[in-house]
């Protein structure tokens, strides 16, 4: 199991962070997301899934990573 954390920008919501939360969740590989508002901060439990389908998913969301 891989541990990454990611710095979105641009979450202005709790609408954005159900978004991205649907949008990284239904990756294959993808166990547990959980999304602070507040700090921007993402942290995604995964196996399968690379740093770079993260990142292509959460840009894919109109998001951008910090």
Wanted: charged share 20%; net charge negative; with cysteine.
């Amino acid at each position: 199991m891989e541990h990454t954390t990611l710095k979105i920008e641009g979450m202005t919501c709790m609408g954005c962070v159900r978004t991205l939360n649907s949008v990284l969740s239904a990756l294959p590989g993808v166990s547990h997301v959980a999304i602070d508002l507040e700090s921007g901060i993402a942290k995604i439990d995964h196996t399968l899934v690379t740093a770079d389908t993260l990142r292509d998913a959460v840009e894919g969301a109109g998001f951008e990573l910090v």
